[in-house]
Each structure stands twice: as structure tokens, then as C-alpha cells.
């Protein structure tokens, strides 16, 4: 009973946890229950949409009270089995983190609703949901976490899990578009943990908020610029930016549609996510300079993107493209590093998240009702399906950045940084990228929607209103609409986050209170 | 490689293994073992048990299919987990209390059952792999 004397207040936390800080675990946790339960019953496949859009509801209220609470109160941190951080794997969530973790959670529900629809028995036997609410686990887990090798974790849990989603179907294209997937993926995961095996090697420490605090004194002896280097690789890979994008259009065309439409919606936005979180916040004096050719790849990723986008002539292709080149995008705010070009780049990634689910949805009802992805073969459907040529018109508008829609106010933020730093020739890339943007969707509006079919309107005209697809359409056209028209709280909640990367002393602040009070 | 020696001699093969996967399991607490080099024992031994009676049996021996045994154990990892809520520590805190067993004191933890979720997990999806491969090489 020695052990019972034992003062442990030295290594462990010892005040009581209050109820609120679950909601931090709650986004990863709730996802896993729900993954469990729905591989015990994988034969169920009736249940398995139930309870995977509860899983995902429930998840999403916890990452909206999560936010709130972060909003209001700063940066939250629970450390695991109570051990003190930096020896406990801390998760540590700010606005950047909580907010992009609520989007994502969104998307992911309206995409479970879709995949009603289109997930058949077969889809769901192969697990199409447990896969979705592990992928999910995995997404909330990166956003999440305040430690970096624990972040790696969160990436291997995803890219695992869609793994599965990729090939449910098992077609030779699909296999074909996995392997590359799978393999260019691991190349840049194993950089990934390359570089995190030497910054631990440095730093002796994995815990983000305490790698940030060390990094000044060690910033004279440290190899910190290589550390950077290899992140920036790494994860520009994750975010497929130019030149190590190939994988995004090698891959994106061949699953299910509403599988595209997570992967193209969720899951390079994790790498954006990242690279703001390692290179803003952990290595700001090596990420300024590397600026400059952050500027560059961020440049040619958005032009060179949009320019495969037009060449394309499927739906889904030319939409791989549109996604790559809104990481460019959102590079351009990280190259900039000032906090209004930060605020742009997490509004972007806000807006391209549900704007670009929203368009592999209305992919996947343009081929349920037109029949064909290609648009050698589409045509007439305007006449026939008014209400999917609205929906279209908002979506592509939201994408090509003009009013009413969401992606005007990230592009006029990242314009006006660009402006203000100097960079004129990084603001005209931009608006240069939002032209091409309206060029291609139009093209695909022109083509697909607006022009008499090949035969006219499709023979089968007659089948109803999508009902599944309407539905997701106008569940993410509500967020999209609003960030175009009043964009003050979605600025607000980037503003905040932008301003918690810049100055990390509340992020570090909050998992070393003792630290603070100096 | 169904042998008439490999075939009489799987059986108490597999069940030996199996039962020293459990004593790894539970010896890992405190001494090398514990559920993932445990649950790869186990998994190795209904591996054995297809490669010489086929997979069919082993299918019908396991009852539950493999992958709903791996659900199940993640089920049992995570709730250990969650039951810090109740206790107010944080998540994954482990949690001790000792239970009267016919008058042996046996040590029960969260901890413990993280690992027995730990090793259903592997034992569910590496023998479903395997008996994924097997099946395709005799079918």
C-alpha cells in the first residue's frame, strides 16, 4: 500500500475532467463506437444507414459544441490517461481545428444521406459505412490532435479507410485507380514519418505545443528548415499541390460518386490543414522563408490545375481538377503567412469543402438522370430537371467564385493579402484561376445542361425528381449561400483561427497553464 | 497439404494455440505478450486449422464471422476508454478495481480490456484475410 503515498500530482493531471471537455474526444470517439457497432453488424445492411447518419449527427453536435466552446473560451486540451502533457498524447483544439472538423462532419452526414441512395445492398455488405465512419474518425482525429505523431495515426486511420471506400465495387478501373492512390499516398506517408522520426530526434518532444515553444531556442542548432522542407513535401503531397498532384486525377473519377465527393470535399483539406498547422505554427521563420516558393507551387497547382480542368470532357475528371486547383488556393494564403491571407485560406478550405461535396453530388445526379457521365453525351437535361440546372448554376457560381455564392469572399481576402504584400503577380494567378474556373464549369453547364442533347432530351426524362440527391444539394447549398451573402460569422470563426496559428502563446498557453501565467 | 498427420494433428494444434494466446494476452499486462501479439497467435491458429481441414469448418468453429468479431473488440477498446467519463479523468485513463474470484483477488482495469478489445481486433482481421486467401486457393 506504499504506493497509495506516492505524491503523483507531478506526472499526472489530479483536478477532476468537467463533462464539457468530452465533446474534445467526442468527434473521435463517437465515430469508432458507431464504426464497432456497424461491423458487428455488417449483415444488417438495412440498419447500417441508420445508424451511421445518427453516429454522424450525434458526432456533429459534439463538433458544434466543441466550437462554440473554443470560440468562447480559447483553445481546449484534454490529454490522454491523465498523464501531463507533453507525455500524454494531448488533443488540443482551437478555431482552426474545431471549425474544419464541424464542415467536414457536415459534409460527411449529407454524404451518408446521399449514400442511401447510392450504395446499394452489395456496397453495404462490403462496409461502405463502417469504412465512412472510421474515414471519419480519422479526419476529426487530424484535426484534432495536438500531437504530431498521434496526427500521423489520424492520417494512417483515413487514408486506411479509403482505401476501402475506393475499391467498393472492385472494378478493374477502380483497382487500377486505388494502387496509384495507395502507392504515391504511402510514398508521402513515409515522409511524412520520416520527418517526424527527425524532429523528434530534435526536439525530444512530439507534443505540438511544446515543439512550438522549443523552436525559438533551438532555431540557432536545430535543422529546422529541413524538418519544414520535409513537411512541406509531405503533406503538399497529402493536399496534392503541383508538382506531386498526379495521384488526385489518377483516382478520383473511379469510385462511387459519393465516395469522390467526401475524398474531393474532406480529405485534401486535412493536408492544407496540416501544412497550416506545421509550417504557421510550429516553423513560422522557416515557412517565411520558403515563401516564396510556397508562392510558386501554390501558382501552378491553381493554373495548371484549372488548365487539366478544361481539357477534360468527364464530369468527374474535369471535377479532380477543380479540386486541385482550389489547393492552390488555399497555398496561396500559407505562402502569404499574414493574417488576412491565413483568414482567406481557412475560408476557402471552409468553402471548398462543402462546395466541392456539393458538385460530386450533383455529378452523381447528373449521371442518374442524364445517364452518362461524359459530356459528349449529356445534353438537354436543363429542359427536363429546371430545379438540377438551379442547383447546378449555385454550385458552379460557388466554385468559380462570384456572388451569390460562397467562394467570392476566401478569393477577395487572398487577393487583397496578395495585394498588400506586394505580390500582384500571386493576385492575378488567383483571379486568372477564377476565370479558367468559370471557363471549365461553364463549359460543363453548356454542355451537360444547357445545350439539346445529341438526342435531345434523354429518352427517359420521364423518371422523378432525385429526391436523395435534391435533398444533399439543398442541405449544403444552405452553408454555401450563406458564406456568399453574409459572411461575417464564417470570417469571424477564420479570423480567429488565423490569429490562434500566428500567435501560438493561446494554443500553448492551453495545454501548459503553467506556462501562461509567466 | 490436407495430410492425414497435419489433419489429426491441427486440431489439438490450434486449440493448444489458442490457448497460449490467451495466457500471452494476459501475461502482457506487466511482462512481454499482450492482445496484438496475442490476437496474431490466434489468428496463426485458425489459420492452421484451414490450411488442413478447410475453411468451412473454421468458419462454422468461429460462429461469428471474423470481421464482426473485429467490430466487437473495437467496441470493447473503445468503450473502455469512454468509461473515464463516469469517473471524471480523461479519456483512456486506466481504471483499477479488484474483484473476490472463489477467494482469489484478481486485478480488473480498463486497461485490461482495452487489450482484450485490442486482441479481437487482430484475431478478427488477420483470420479474415487469411481465410479470404485460403478459400481462394482451394476454391
Known sequence: MAAESIDISNAMLTEPTALGDWMLVAPVGLPILFGAVLLMVRHETRLHAGIAIAGLLLTLGANAALLLQVLADGPKVMTMGRWLPPFGISFTADALGASLALVATLVASVCALYAMKDIGATGRRYGFYPFLMLLMAGVGGSFLTGDIFNLYVWFEVFLISSFGLLILGSTDRQLDGATKYAILNLVGTTLFLTATAYLYGTFGTLNMADIARKADAMRETGPLMTLAVLYLLAFGMKAAAFPVNFWLPASYHTPRIVTAALFGGVLTKVGVYALLRVLVMLFPVERAELSGVIAWVAAGTMVLGIMGAIAQSDIRRVLGFVVISGVGVMLAGLALGTEIGLTGTILYAFHSVLAMTALYLLAGVIKELGGSYSLHELGGLYRAYPAMGAFALVLMLAVAGLPPASGLWPKVLLVRASLEAGWPWLSFAILLTGLLTTIALGRVYILAIWRNGPSGVPADAATGAPGYGYASMALLCVPIILLGIYPEPFIRVAEAAAVGLLDASGYIGAVFPAEAVQ | ?139
Do not use: Q
Not at chain 2, 69 to 94: D, E, H, R
Not at chain 2, 106 to 126: A, E, M, N, P, R
Open chain 2, 1 to 139: 497439404m490436407r495430410t492425414l498427420i497435419f489433419r489429426t494433428v491441427a486440431p489439438y494444434l490450434t486449440s493448444l494455440m489458442i490457448l497460449f494466446s490467451i495466457f500471452v494476452l494476459l501475461r502482457g499486462h506487466n511482462e512481454p505478450g499482450g492482445g496484438f501479439i496475442g490476437g496474431l497467435i490466434a489468428a496463426s491458429a485458425f489459420a492452421i486449422y484451414g490450411i488442413a481441414c478447410g475453411v468451412s469448418p473454421v468458419r462454422r468453429a468461429l460462429y461469428f464471422h471474423p470481421m464482426a468479431i473485429s467490430g466487437f473488440g473495437l467496441l470493447v477498446s473503445a468503450i473502455s476508454g469512454w468509461l473515464s467519463l463516469a469517473f471524471k479523468v480523461p479519456f483512456m485513463t486506466g481504471l483499477w478495481t479488484k474483484v473476490s474470484v472463489l477467494g482469489v483477488p484478481v486485478d480488473l482495469s480498463t486497461v485490461l480490456f482495452f487489450d482484450i478489445g485490442v486482441y479481437l481486433v487482430v484475431l478478427g482481421s488477420i483470420t479474415s484475410v487469411a481465410l479470404a486467401l485460403e478459400e481462394r486457393e482451394h476454391g
